[in-house]
């Protein structure tokens, strides 16, 4: 299995709402990680989990919310975003080394964020 | 840090024809270089990579990139361009010291194939 699989694929959500977006893989990977992709930009890196601790928050405000249950699972939880915060998300896994973490992102199809 | 530009944010092509992305990267050190295809509605796959050693690098779907210090150059190419090439291209460096892991991406190329 070499999968990385998110859902929901596709999300309308409100200003008040809160919702969670849901990520895992079975590769045996312990670094995930949460990227965030306007429409013809790259990816933009959130938040990175190595064995299961929160190594890197790019400064992502606080309306978003990482959590690394185990080691195949990532979920983001989402609460009074706002309409520029539309945009794919991502998650991506990769083999980890201990305080080195392996390159080599596999990537799910991402879920498709609009805020109303 | 480390960075890459990619000239070129649109590239059209005929099928069969030659396929050249070209990518320029910036660091003080010799970087770990990536490819990654985006097909439409899709996550990002990667192509290929090259970390050290031999600097002509062989990927997936038949694309291959040249690793040029001297020009701090990663280009990719294919021979021949398929219609399913058509996709959006990252090039991608990140570092090689263990606290230097973030991937850096360019800004990207939009490929389309004409039959």
């Known amino acids: 299995d070499t999968e990385v699989t998110q859902t929901p694929k596709h999300l309308v959500m409100g200003m008040t709402n809160k919702k969670s977006l849901k990520c895992e893989q079975h590769m045996g990977h312990r670094a995930m990680y949460w990227y965030k992709q306007k429409a013809k930009k790259p990816p933009e890196l959130m938040f990175v989990y190595s064995y299961e601790k929160l190594s890197i928050n790019e400064s992502v405000p606080s309306r978003f919310s990482p959590e690394c249950p185990n080691s195949s699972l990532l979920n983001l939880h989402l609460h009074a975003l706002q309409p520029e915060d539309s945009a794919l998300y991502l998650c991506?896994?990769?083999?980890?080394?201990?305080?080195?973490?392996?390159?080599?992102?596999?990537f799910g199809s991402g879920t498709q964020l609009s805020v109303l | 840090a480390q960075s890459v530009t990619q000239l070129g944010s649109h590239v059209s092509v005929s099928e069969g024809a030659l396929v050249l992305l070209r990518c320029n990267y910036s660091s003080s050190v010799p970087p770990y270089l990536f490819w990654y295809v985006q097909y439409p509605n899709q996550g990002l796959q990667l192509l290929l990579k090259?970390?050290?050693?031999?600097?002509l690098v062989k990927g997936i779907n038949g694309f291959e990139a040249e690793f040029k210090k001297s020009e701090t150059s990663f280009h990719l190419t294919k021979p021949s361009a398929h219609m399913s090439d058509a996709a959006e291209y990252f090039c991608a460096v990140s570092g090689v010291g263990s606290n230097d892991y973030k991937l850096s991406f360019g800004a990207g190329t939009t490929v389309t194939v004409r039959a």
């Open positions: 090259y970390t050290t050693g031999a600097t």
């Open positions: 991506a896994s990769s083999q980890a080394i201990r305080d080195r973490i392996n390159e080599k992102l596999f």
